[in-house]
């Protein structure tokens, strides 16, 4: 004992000072809080489903827009359906520059003509961002296409009948079509079948004979007439997105052609 009745200490210590203990051994911090993890994770997760709403959303504004300006410059019944594809589309749309865009649209006519079935494939896509907030509709640049189209007999004849065309198309084995009909040769009525090779010749459609049959021997000059009456030109301008024909095949049900195009204007 020490003077004033106090406990004489041997260097240790029962309480921390500090944050040290009795044996000198530092204490462990505490650790974060759960409910502070819980709150980060929530703000990344919220975060995310809002530029993945926002990304939605203005596919969808997008989509919605070229389907109404397509609809306005076509004159197509049934609204298109169109797809703007790429992972992620908010960079696109502020850019003004959609990178892949695929339509379809059904029965496109042009006065007499009318195609059944389009379907393209659009590269270089532009539509200003002010366009896609407004919804405005406004022309529509595209830097190429690829498109592919079904154009079926009973329109093709259809259109053949009104043009005073007295022939009609059919199907034929091969990628040749078999065309008949009733023709009037130097003032003699001439019925013939003949089978014929497709083409495309610019922006239209070209049919040429190549073996005429008929019911009766006709001279050269009358079967040269005959050939010349079989010969067919027919223009497709209700392609809105193909310039150029590149292939045209024959089908059982009708033709199909397939058409590109470089810089191609909608304007609604």
Known sequence: ????????????????????????????????????????????????????????????????????????????????????????????????????????????????????????RLSGVHVSFHDLLTQDPAPVWIERSVGEAFLGYDDLNRYLEVTGRPVSLGPAPGEEVLLTGTVDLLGQSVSASALAQLSPQGGALSIAPTALDTESDLAPASRLLLGQRFSLRVPLDPLPFGQELTAIEGAAEGLVVRARGTDVVIRP
Request: net charge negative; no cysteine.
């Open 1 to 120: 004992m020490t003077g004033g009745d106090e406990p004489a200490h041997d260097g240790w210590v029962d309480s921390d000072v500090g944050g040290a203990t009795a044996h000198g051994v530092t204490a462990p911090r505490p650790r974060p809080a759960r409910r502070t993890v819980l709150v980060g994770v929530s703000v990344v997760v919220g975060t995310l489903l809002l530029l993945w709403g926002t990304d939605r959303l203005a596919r969808w504004g997008a989509e919605s827009l070229l389907a109404r300006d397509i609809q306005q410059a076509t004159g197509v019944a049934d609204r298109p359906q169109v797809q703007v594809h790429g992972a992620f589309f908010l960079l696109q749309a502020v850019d003004g520059r959609y990178d892949d865009v695929e339509v379809s649209l059904r029965e496109v006519s042009s006065g007499p003509m009318s195609v059944d079935e389009v379907h393209a």
